[in-house]
């Protein structure tokens, strides 16, 4: 019979929230280095395109959901100076406690769910997600909680993987996601927990669905533009 873990993937709704926030749990610690070996660094220039494209001002509030280990929240906090204010929240603690350590007392974290943010309505200037829309329970209620807490006018900007459009690339692409990111994973003794990345991309939505729920949400002026030969897709879109 397989794991509970080797089906991270399969699981929908609260079984998703509660196996996820657990995966994330245990690799927590070795969650940086083995981001910057699979991307081969380039996941922070990746975020910092995320951030131009939202074209932030000193002063402004900006909430990093999913915020992992604060990788987004070091260039947030240079785009909105130190008159401005960056809040990371993610729903796994160990993961916010390695957050801490990163970013400093400049930023602020919060326990809390994607679904059913604590924060008032309106309180954003914008709102940046970084490999995190993939693992939430509910994909549209995440993007209404979402636009909820924007202001209107406000930017709202994710990062997550895609399926290449190239047969050639996609192929490439699922080789060495399948085979290569769990050996990856293996070092740290995570062969497990790094299958999810390549199953969960598999099972993720196209571009056009996420699109689409972001539209659904609210959201004006949508558009999606593609990084790492379409392996790495960035939405963007604006709070009316």
């Not at 326990?111 to 490999?131: I, M, N, R, Y």
């Not at 636009?147 to 930017?155: D, E, H, I, S, Y």
């Amino acid at each position: 019979m397989k794991s509970a873990e080797t089906q991270v993937w399969t699981k929908e709704g609260e079984a998703k929230r509660q196996a996820v926030r657990q995966m994330f749990a245990e690799i927590a610690p070795s969650y940086d280095v083995l981001n910057g070996l699979m991307s081969g660094a380039q996941h922070h220039a990746w975020r910092a395109e995320a951030v131009r494209q939202i074209e932030l001002r000193p002063g402004d509030q900006v909430l990093d959901l999913c915020c992992g280990t604060g990788d987004f929240m070091i260039p947030l906090r240079k785009a909105v100076g130190q008159e401005g204010t960056v809040i990371g929240a993610d729903f796994c603690l160990p993961m916010l406690a390695q957050t801490e350590q990163r970013t400093g007392a400049a930023n602020m974290v919060v326990l809390g769910d994607a679904c059913q943010l604590p924060f008032a309505s309106e309180a954003f200037d914008a709102v940046t997600v970084g490999w995190g829309i993939r693992n939430v329970s509910d994909i549209d209620l995440a993007h209404r909680e979402i636009a909820r807490v924007l202001r209107p006018g406000g930017r709202f900007v994710s990062l997550d993987m895609a399926v290449p459009s190239s047969r050639i690339l996609r192929a490439l692409s699922r080789f060495t996601f399948h085979h290569v990111v769990p050996i990856l994973g293996a070092l740290f003794g995570r062969t497990q927990a790094y299958r999810y990345l390549p199953e969960s991309t598999d099972r993720f939505w196209t571009r056009d669905q996420l699109a689409d729920s972001m539209r659904s949400a609210g959201f004006s002026q949508v558009r999606y533009k593609d990084l790492l030969l379409g392996n790495i897709c960035l939405h963007i879109g604006h709070k009316p």
